[in-house]
């Protein structure tokens, strides 16, 4: 099979996806943006839910990899958990509400998908930050690890399922916002330091 043009699939979709949520938007108009007919793309998905599927496990790659990529580089664990963030205020600002509100309504199957990724991507993650950042001075030694991630989670379901909006900037502001909550709650005095300096 023609990988690249499934990838044009999986590309243009994502887009159509994100920005008009799933319900309204059909196989035809998915044909349509990526200049293939309804068959093709039958080649390659089942129906519309396995192509939602596909779209969030490379989404979960994506993520991964930009950890992965970013524990390579020789930075502190404050730098790292900073470049997470942005990535993820990033990629949330592509995502409309009505994506957000459509997927747990219509495609728990993808959205219990979705959040399993916190347990098996973003918590170890965290945790193993916190633990780099406690032994480098930067994190506050008293902070538990996973009850801070557990109520960082609580707000996160929040704000991208529940209380997202249609405006961008909003969006943008709320993420950010519940961000640097979480930084600031984690950061020792000479975390701050930094953390001041950084946002400057």
Known sequence: MNNNKRNIILEKSLELFFNYGIQHITMDDIAEKCGVSKKTIYKYFENKNDLLAHIIKLQAIGLQ????????????????????FKYIDNLSCTISSTFGKEIKKYHSPVFFEVYS????????????NIKK???EGLYKNNINAEEIC??????????????????????????QFLNSLFLYRLVSVRGLKILNNINK
């Not at 990724?117 to 193993?128: L, S």
């Not at 379901?157 to 709320?174: P, Y």
């Open 65 to 84: 990899n930009v950890i992965n990529s970013n524990k390579q580089k020789k930075i502190n664990s404050l730098e790292q958990l900073m470049l997470f």
């Open 117 to 128: 990724y916190k347990n098996t991507i973003i918590k170890p993650f965290i945790i193993e």
């Open 133 to 135: 950042g406690k032994e």
């Open 150 to 175: 557990e109520s960082f989670d609580a707000i996160s379901k929040i704000v991208f399922t529940d209380g997202f909006s249609f405006n961008a900037d909003d969006n943008k502001n709320a993420i």
